[in-house]
């Protein structure tokens, strides 16, 4: 896919010669509008940019260049694109914190997440609430309420053996987002997720990323459309329920994923009289 933008960038910089370089799209911005659309759809933009470009001297190339790419998406079926947007500023000591202890820890010996998760990151594993197929002989998991044959696990003896990671994260979350009901927190290294969705999430997550990369955008299918978010030092909310990837990226990527399975009450408590339901 790289190598596939490198030649449509360079076909649309070969139509516009010597534009007024403040007239085009800054290149992240070309090549994330590119990522936007499916190969075929992306070719069909370029060469019909190049075709106008070519015949002319458009005013605003760049603002040319943006309306075929999205023309060509929505002609081929692509769900509305909302745009791309940042997600806001991590604290920067916990931040730190957190980054120090990612570059430091050896994945290797960490615990696999399962295969799905193995198959779209070099490591991954998660600390905090816990869920798998419920059976009788599941020791120390409980029936999960939310979904039926599933059990549920506080994996605190998990959370003990990794107390530094457990306790940054926990400082990074309660700066960045202090009243989120949070139950787990999910580490990847060199995340590469394919189109999917949490669907025993029980509210919002909060995603962060760190490391130096380029791409790499969260991409959530929203019910209106889609809509990217940077979250390279940044955090944001985001319903997981949704179906959500991560677009391709080069370098390295951390990833921090906080989420909730269960929710802080099944009644709650501030509204009723006696204040103490449950």
Request: hydrophobic letters at 40%; charged letters at 25%; aromatic letters at 8%.
């Amino acid at each position: 896919m790289r190598q596939q933008l490198a030649g449509l960038e360079a076909k649309v910089k070969g139509a516009v010669g010597s534009a007024n370089p403040a007239q085009m799209l800054p290149a992240p911005t070309l090549r994330h509008l590119l990522l936007t659309c499916e190969v075929g759809a992306a070719n069909a933009a370029v060469d019909e940019f190049c075709a106008v470009a070519r015949s002319g001297t458009p005013k605003q190339p760049g603002g040319l260049l943006a309306a075929c790419l999205l023309k060509h998406r929505r002609l081929t079926g692509g769900d509305v694109w909302l745009g791309r947007v940042n997600g806001l500023p991590l604290p920067r000591a916990e931040a730190a914190r957190m980054r120090e202890l990612l570059d430091a820890l050896d994945w290797s010996v960490m615990p696999a997440d399962g295969k799905l998760r193995g198959e779209m990151a070099e490591q991954s594993f998660k600390l905090g609430l816990s869920t798998k197929v419920w059976a009788k002989q599941n020791g120390p998991y409980l029936p999960f309420a939310f979904k039926a044959g599933m059990g549920v696990w506080d994996a605190a003896s998990v959370t003990k053996k990794h107390k530094q990671l457990w306790e940054a994260a926990s400082a990074l979350i309660s700066a960045a987002d202090p009243t989120y009901p949070w139950t787990s927190v999910q580490f990847n290294k060199n995340f590469r997720g394919s189109r999917h969705r949490d669907d025993k999430d029980a509210t919002y997550q909060v995603a962060t990323a760190f490391g130096e990369y380029e791409g790499g955008e969260l991409r959530v299918h929203g019910q209106d459309g889609i809509l990217d978010v940077n979250t390279r030092d940044r955090f944001v909310r985001f319903d997981g329920r949704f179906e959500h990837e991560v677009l391709p990226y080069s370098g390295l990527r951390y990833s921090v994923i906080f989420f909730a399975l269960a929710p802080p009450w099944s009644v709650d408590p501030s509204s009723t009289e006696e204040g103490c339901c449950r």
